[in-house]
Protein backbone atom coordinates (compact mmCIF):
# COMPACT_ATOMS: atom_id res chain seq x y z
CA UNK A 1 0.00 0.00 0.00
CA UNK A 2 1.59 3.23 -1.40
CA UNK A 3 0.96 6.30 1.41
CA UNK A 4 -1.24 8.28 -0.47
CA UNK A 5 -3.88 5.21 -0.09
CA UNK A 6 -3.54 5.76 3.76
CA UNK A 7 -4.03 9.76 3.21
CA UNK A 8 -6.65 11.71 4.92
CA UNK A 9 -7.30 13.48 1.72
CA UNK A 10 -7.17 10.70 -0.61
CA UNK A 11 -10.33 10.99 -2.65
CA UNK A 12 -11.33 15.08 -1.28
CA UNK A 13 -11.59 17.73 -4.28
CA UNK A 14 -7.80 18.81 -4.81
CA UNK A 15 -8.55 22.24 -4.99
CA UNK A 16 -9.22 22.77 -1.83
CA UNK A 17 -5.53 22.63 -1.09
CA UNK A 18 -4.49 25.45 -3.73
CA UNK A 19 -7.53 27.42 -2.73
CA UNK A 20 -6.54 30.60 -0.64
CA UNK A 21 -9.94 30.99 0.91
CA UNK A 22 -10.12 27.40 1.73
CA UNK A 23 -6.49 27.14 3.50
CA UNK A 24 -7.99 26.14 6.80
CA UNK A 25 -9.73 23.33 5.56
CA UNK A 26 -7.47 21.94 3.85
CA UNK A 27 -5.27 22.37 6.93
CA UNK A 28 -7.84 20.21 8.50
CA UNK A 29 -7.06 17.34 6.58
CA UNK A 30 -3.44 17.65 7.07
CA UNK A 31 -4.10 17.71 11.04
CA UNK A 32 -5.08 14.24 11.26
CA UNK A 33 -3.39 12.70 8.63
CA UNK A 34 -1.34 10.15 9.62
CA UNK A 35 0.82 10.03 6.09
CA UNK A 36 1.69 14.29 6.46
CA UNK A 37 5.42 13.63 7.15
CA UNK A 38 5.22 11.59 3.89
CA UNK A 39 3.41 13.75 1.93
CA UNK A 40 5.58 16.66 2.72
CA UNK A 41 8.59 14.69 2.11
CA UNK A 42 6.89 14.42 -1.32
CA UNK A 43 6.54 18.06 -1.82
CA UNK A 44 9.82 18.87 -0.97
CA UNK A 45 11.25 16.66 -3.17
CA UNK A 46 8.89 17.22 -6.15
CA UNK A 47 9.18 21.17 -5.39
CA UNK A 48 12.73 21.09 -5.66
CA UNK A 49 13.32 18.90 -8.93
CA UNK A 50 14.89 21.00 -11.77
CA UNK A 51 11.73 22.69 -14.05
CA UNK A 52 9.14 21.73 -11.48
CA UNK A 53 10.38 23.65 -8.83
CA UNK A 54 13.56 24.25 -8.24
CA UNK A 55 15.37 27.17 -7.18
CA UNK A 56 15.27 29.15 -10.66
CA UNK A 57 11.14 28.10 -10.34
CA UNK A 58 10.11 28.81 -6.69
CA UNK A 59 6.43 30.37 -8.15
CA UNK A 60 5.99 26.35 -8.47
CA UNK A 61 5.44 26.36 -4.64
CA UNK A 62 2.31 26.74 -4.51
CA UNK A 63 -0.82 25.03 -2.50
CA UNK A 64 -0.86 23.37 1.26
CA UNK A 65 0.88 19.96 1.07
CA UNK A 66 1.97 18.01 3.80
CA UNK A 67 0.74 20.12 6.55
CA UNK A 68 2.89 23.74 5.44
CA UNK A 69 1.63 26.40 3.16
CA UNK A 70 4.30 27.03 0.28
CA UNK A 71 5.90 30.08 2.29
CA UNK A 72 6.69 27.51 4.79
CA UNK A 73 8.11 24.97 2.74
CA UNK A 74 10.17 27.80 1.03
CA UNK A 75 11.66 29.19 4.53
CA UNK A 76 12.60 24.79 4.75
CA UNK A 77 14.19 24.70 1.71
CA UNK A 78 16.37 27.83 1.91
CA UNK A 79 16.95 28.71 5.08
CA UNK A 80 20.05 30.44 4.36
CA UNK A 81 17.87 32.94 2.17
CA UNK A 82 14.98 32.93 4.07
CA UNK A 83 17.12 34.62 6.74
CA UNK A 84 19.03 36.85 4.59
CA UNK A 85 15.14 38.37 3.20
CA UNK A 86 14.54 38.95 6.83
CA UNK A 87 17.32 40.82 7.69
CA UNK A 88 16.78 42.59 4.57
CA UNK A 89 13.37 43.59 5.46
CA UNK A 90 14.68 44.36 9.26
CA UNK A 91 17.30 46.84 8.21
CA UNK A 92 14.68 48.67 5.80
CA UNK A 93 12.36 49.22 8.41
CA UNK A 94 14.89 50.41 10.64
CA UNK A 95 16.18 52.97 8.01
CA UNK A 96 12.40 53.75 6.97
CA UNK A 97 11.81 54.40 11.07
CA UNK A 98 14.80 56.65 11.03
CA UNK A 99 14.11 58.86 8.03
CA UNK A 100 10.59 59.21 9.35
CA UNK A 101 12.27 60.43 12.79
CA UNK A 102 14.15 62.51 11.25
CA UNK A 103 11.24 64.05 8.79
CA UNK A 104 9.34 64.73 11.89
CA UNK A 105 12.43 66.87 14.05
CA UNK A 106 12.97 68.50 10.92
CA UNK A 107 9.47 69.61 10.32
Known amino acids: MEWRDQAVCNGADTEIFFDNHRRKLALSYCKVCP ?36 EQRWVLAYPEESAVIKAREVIKNRARRERERLERMSA
Open 35 to 70: VTAECLQAAMAEEDTPDIGSHRNRGLRNGVRGGLLA
